[in-house]
């Protein structure tokens, strides 16, 4: 999916669940890390995760784009558009849409399973650590060299 066919359907969704036409920009941005969407109250516009999309498909699209569409219909009409609002939660149960996305497992943590791979200098033994580890203070446990960092590897 690209920008136009995310355009075309958060125009459509706009009409179908809130009757209202959206006159602003609905682009992917492939910045965003542990949210869905965000909706930006200078331009109007909606962004979305893509991430979201490839991971969880068009369900998990359509509420994110839904709950965005909340935001932007409640602001517009100077109606109370934060989630603490009543006016939003109202909304949101109205069309149906997600109080808060999935979670994104790679994005939420994009640490959990890099491995990083150490080196003893002087005797060539391998270490694989799931976290950093502090080379000021961690040596070889064999002959207690130092360690030098090999390379960070992801698992998946
Ligand atoms: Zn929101
Ligand atoms: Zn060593």
């Known amino acids: 999916m690209n920008d136009e066919q995310l355009q075309a359907l958060v125009e459509r969704l706009s009409m179908q669940f809130f009757e209202k036409p959206f006159k602003h920009t609905a ?3 492939s ?3 542990t949210t869905g969407g965000r909706y930006l109250l200078v331009s ?3 962004q979305i995760n893509r991430k979201y999309y490839e991971e969880f498909g068009e369900n998990e699209l359509i ?6 569409l909340c935001h932007y219909h409640l602001h517009l009409e100077g ?3 934060q989630h603490r609002d009543k ?3 109202h909304l949101l149960k109205k069309v149906d849409a997600p109080r808060f996305c999935t ?5 939420a943590k994009p640490d959990s399973k890099i491995v990083y791979v150490y080196a003893c200098e002087r005797c060539n033994t391998l270490y694989r650590r799931k976290k950093k ?3 000021n203070k961690y040596v070889c446990g064999k002959c207690r060299g130092e360690l030098k960092l090999l390379k960070k590897l992801s698992d998946f």
């Open 27 to 29: 682009i992917f941005n």
């Open 31 to 33: 910045r965003l890390r």
């Open 44 to 46: 109007h516009n909606i």
């Open 63 to 68: 509420g994110i784009i839904k709950h965005e």
């Open 79 to 81: 109606k109370g558009y």
């Open 87 to 89: 006016d939003f939660r």
């Open 103 to 107: 979670p994104l497992s790679k994005v």
């Open 133 to 135: 580890v502090n080379l």
